[in-house]
């Protein structure tokens, strides 16, 4: 248990980075579908439902292919839980409207199984991923590309939004 400010900040360090992001994806995806199964009391219809889950991670996958294509082509890491290991700040293509295009994909993906699933229950876990992906990932990662790029990459979070 917890029981100071100073121990829950701790471990809230702790967290940083610690969880790679394809991991939690998949403990989520997991996470949707027991509840699903566990709470049909909260299924719910969806016109097009297989359409629209699977066009949603579809473009998801894509839009996670389109950022490592260009963490590849600038010859940088795509390890997300080294970004001090950054040799390039990458700009271009996808980067030009979302600064995390992977985890956005990350969350279509998840989004597209919270449609396949037709579940309320699915669905909340969609936010609980973002709050969590900001905080112990994305938040960290900025920090990191702040000391190694400074001023760049504060001109660049000043014209590219975080998610979209």
């Known amino acids: ?22 991991v939690l994806v998949v403990l989520v995806t997991v996470l949707m579908w027991a509840g699903a199964a ?28 389109l950022g490592v294509l260009e963490f590849k082509r600038a010859k940088t890491t795509v390890n997300p839980t080294k970004p001090q290991s950054s040799s390039a700040l990458v700009k271009s293509g996808i980067y030009r409207g979302t600064r995390n295009p992977m985890y956005l994909g990350f969350l279509m993906i998840l989004a597209g199984s919270a449609i396949l699933t037709a579940n309320f229950a699915a669905f909340l876990t969609l936010p609980a991923f973002v709050l969590f992906m900001n905080q112990f990932q994305i938040k960290p990662e900025e920090r ?21």
Not at 10 to 22: G, M, T
Not at 150 to 157: H, L, V
Request: hydrophobic share 50%; charged share 15%; aromatic share 16%.
């Open 1 to 22: 248990m917890l029981d100071s400010p100073m121990q829950t900040q701790s471990f809230a360090r702790f967290l940083e980075l610690r969880i790679p992001p394809v």
């Open 38 to 65: 566990h709470v049909p009391q909260f299924n719910f219809q969806i016109p097009f439902q297989l359409f629209f889950g699977w066009i949603t991670g579809i473009l998801g996958i894509v839009a996670c292919v």
């Open 144 to 164: 990191a590309l702040n000391v190694i790029f400074g001023d760049e990459f504060k001109a660049y979070c000043a014209t590219v939004r975080r998610w979209i």
